[in-house]
């Protein structure tokens, strides 16, 4: 079992920047694969960004490129979100996800899930 927390969401003006971290616990955890998705209220799920297990593959959505970096400390257990530029359309709830090892787009794929951190971005 993989347990996830995610923090530092927030509310912050248009242009602004946040970080999320996710910190996960459980067993071998630095071997899964973490994931970010969002949703927004009246729509689906989202891919954000996601990062294997040794940080060597990476995959953003067209809609943060440039804007989001995704990274990982093994020695801590976490996956952090670098969010820049953001913008009012980037508001959601945005979660954070794991997979053994290899990186995935498909929330379907994710076997584990925290349990969401608000980011509000105001125009």
């Known amino acids: 079992q993989v347990q996830l927390v995610e923090s530092g969401g927030g509310l912050v003006q248009a242009g602004g920047s946040l970080r999320l971290s996710c910190a996960a616990s459980g067993r071998a955890v630095s071997t899964y694969a973490g994931g970010w998705f969002r949703q927004a209220p009246g729509k689906e799920r989202e891919f954000v960004a996601a990062i294997s297990w040794s940080g060597g593959s990476i995959y953003y959505a067209d809609s943060v490129k440039g804007r989001f970096t995704i990274s990982r400390d093994n020695a801590k257990n976490t996956v952090y979100l670098q969010m820049n530029s953001l913008k009012p359309e980037d508001t959601a709830v945005y979660y954070c996800?794991?997979?053994?090892?290899?990186?995935?787009?498909?929330?379907?794929?994710?076997?584990?899930w925290g349990q969401g951190t608000q980011v509000t971005v105001s125009s």
């Open positions: 996800a794991a997979r053994k090892l290899i990186a995935s787009t498909k929330g379907d794929e994710y076997a584990y």
